[in-house]
């Protein structure tokens, strides 16, 4: 098993996965609620290219960038009374329809089975919201797989904070020494590092537009089943 190898003979006990980008492609129903609430707000739709480039740094920076965009100004002037009010609306659609067009990247179901039967725990760590990450694991049928679930606010801090992911370890009852993160932005690489744990990246993911390898993973591959 690739994962087992990052561990230098420690045996692989779970495995923590970030969500958006990494297991699912959620940007089509993140893109939908967003153009929905710029139009409320009075602003132009994005679009889901633009909204793709957008994505990895939770909704707050999601929000920033596309009423920046819409306003023709800098990404740190994107604040105050139109950033919230954006940003509630984005909530609002959201909430209404976090699902329907994401889909599970291809071979992640086979790669969670695997590992569910080889005894691995596994637990999902995002900087998504969990009153927005549970509806959609369920809809995928991902939360059987994952028992433990530490989203965006479940603490004062996300990743690139290692928090989370000790958060995680805990829950499931096992040590940070015998853990590996899996994701697909420098955050993920981030909050590993932090904790000092190995982390892997998939290259397809979300990672505002820059590419992951630039994070210096410890394993890079381009198709989730790779990590099997």
């Not at 725990?121 to 995002?126: E, F, L, P, R, Y």
């Amino acid at each position: 098993m690739k994962l087992a190898g990052l561990l230098d003979g420690r045996p692989l006990k779970a495995l923590l996965f970030d969500l958006d980008g990494t297991l699912v492609d959620s940007v089509p129903d993140i893109a939908n609620a967003l153009d929905r609430a710029l139009l409320a707000e009075g602003y132009a739709a994005a679009g889901e290219e633009r909204a793709r480039a957008w994505v990895g740094n939770g909704a707050g920076k999601l929000v920033q960038r596309a009423l920046a965009h819409a306003l023709n100004i800098a990404e740190a002037d994107a604040v105050g009374e139109p950033f919230d009010r954006l940003l509630a609306a984005f909530y609002d659609f959201y909430q209404q329809d976090s699902h329907s067009h994401t889909r599970l990247y291809t071979g992640v179901l086979e790669a969670l089975s695997a590992w569910q039967q080889a005894g691995i725990a596994m637990a999902c760590v995002t900087n998504k919201p969990e009153r927005f990450t549970h509806p959609i694991l369920a809809h995928l049928k991902l939360d059987s797989f994952m028992p433990v679930v530490i989203g965006g606010d479940t603490l004062p801090v996300r990743k690139p904070d290692p928090a989370p992911l000790l958060l995680a370890c805990e829950r499931l009852g096992i040590a940070a020494e015998n853990t590996v993160m899996v994701g697909d932005s420098v955050n993920d690489v981030g909050a590993a590092r932090a904790l000092g744990v190995p982390v892997a990246c998939v290259s397809y993911g979300y990672n505002h537009g820059a590419p992951v390898a630039d994070a210096k993973p410890d394993l890079l591959v381009d198709d989730f089943f790779d990590l099997v």
